[in-house]
C-alpha cells in the first residue's frame, strides 16, 4: 500500500504497534472525558407501603391457580419422559457387553449368533 510515496507494510510489527497505540489511547480518553451519570434518589416512604398493599382479585388467584397447575403438569411431563429415556438407554445398553433394544435370553431362539 502506498501513503505520501512510502510503502506501507500493514502486517509490519511498527504498523501493528501504532494501531495498537491509537486504539489503546482512542479507549483511555474515552474513558477518562466521559462524564458519569446523575444519580437519582428514590425515595420511599414505608409508612404509606402498608397503605398501598396489593390485594389479589378471585381473578388474579384463579390466574395463578392456572399458572401453578401448569407449571405442576410440565413437572410431571420431565418427570415421565427422564423415566421414558431412562428405559430406553436401560434397554440399549446392558453390563454384560450386549447391546440390543430387546433384551433376549442367552442360548435362546433368537441367540443363534453365538454358537
Do not use: H
Amino acid at each position: 500500500m502506498k501513503f505520501l510515496n512510502y510503502n506501507i507494510c500493514l502486517t509490519s510489527r511498527t504498523t501493528a504497534m501504532i494501531a495498537l497505540g491509537v486504539l489503546l489511547s482512542t479507549i483511555t480518553l474515552a474513558a477518562v472525558l466521559s462524564t458519569p451519570k446523575e444519580e437519582i434518589d428514590i425515595d420511599i416512604d414505608i409508612e404509606d407501603a402498608d397503605d398501598k398493599m396489593w390485594v389479589p382479585t378471585a381473578e388474579d388467584i384463579a390466574y395463578q391457580d392456572s399458572m401453578y397447575t401448569i407449571i405442576q403438569n410440565t413437572q410431571d411431563d420431565i418427570t415421565d419422559i427422564k423415566q421414558d429415556i431412562t428405559y430406553i438407554l436401560e434397554r440399549l445398553d446392558y453390563p454384560d457387553g450386549i447391546w440390543d433394544s430387546i433384551r433376549y435370553v442367552k442360548g435362546g431362539p433368537i441367540d443363534k449368533r453365538r454358537n
